[in-house]
């Protein structure tokens, strides 16, 4: 009988694996896009940035797509970013400060350059529709390498922005040199954004997906599978 047990097991098991594999081997042929990566030409990384709004959501567009690119830099090279406000003179989203103007420039998350314009500078520095800012941001020789981050910083206006997405990655070279451990690894840049369902047309059964009921789970591991599905 247990033999018997142990064979139905087997079949049960192949079945599962040939109903699952092709599924498997087709979710791991799937490519994760590489997003467009901007790099110095003469210690130069000069690119145009745009701000619109697609879908009701605001993003940042480049070269005719809304992927924001990966800017690539190094030690001593400068940032020449024309960016433009595409964005609609009227707002249909909410802002911490009401009505939105859709007003947005840029800031240099946690790089260690000069807060005064045309620089990284969020205060003076501000875009309305139709207008354009010209950043020239210097990158000192001594800034440490790794991985930073660019988002817009209109005060009341860039929380509602930065969770629509308007955001990307920028890496300061030279980490190699640092750890030389990682040299023959290959890099890849993932940007992950968490997603705003306040305002999305499904947002009782996006929450109902995402949340965790506080009634059932305890603190002992056995009760969280009371919780989790
Ligand atoms: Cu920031």
Request: hydrophobic fraction near 35%.
């Amino acid at each position: 009988m247990k033999q018997k047990a142990g064979k139905r097991a087997h079949i049960l098991l192949l079945m599962g694996a040939q109903m699952f594999l092709p599924t498997l081997v087709r979710a791991q042929t799937v490519v994760l896009p590489e997003p467009p990566q901007v790099r110095a030409k003469n210690h130069v990384v000069s690119l145009t940035l745009h701000a619109m709004n697609e879908n009701g959501r605001d993003t940042f567009a480049f070269e005719r797509a809304n992927v924001s690119p990966v800017i690539r830099a190094s030690p001593g090279d400068v940032l020449r970013i024309t960016y433009v406000n595409d964005l609609p003179p009227k707002s249909s989203e909410t802002c911490a400060v009401n009505p939105c103007m859709n007003m947005t420039n840029l800031h240099f998350h946690g790089r260690s350059v000069s807060p005064d314009a045309p620089q990284d500078d969020v205060l003076t520095m501000l875009a309305k529709p139709g207008q354009v800012l010209h950043y020239s941001v210097e990158i000192p020789r001594d800034h440490p390498p790794g991985l930073f981050w660019y988002h817009t910083h209109p005060h009341g206006e860039s929380h509602r922005q930065v969770l629509d997405g308007m955001s990307g990655a920028i890496v300061i070279e030279g980490m190699k040199r640092y750890a030389p451990q990682v040299r023959q690894l290959r890099e890849r840049v993932i940007v992950v954004r968490g997603r705003s369902i306040e305002n999305d047309p499904n947002a009782i059964e996006l929450r109902h997906e995402v949340e965790i009921p506080s009634k059932g789970c305890g603190e002992k591991r056995r009760q969280l599978k009371k919780c989790l599905p």
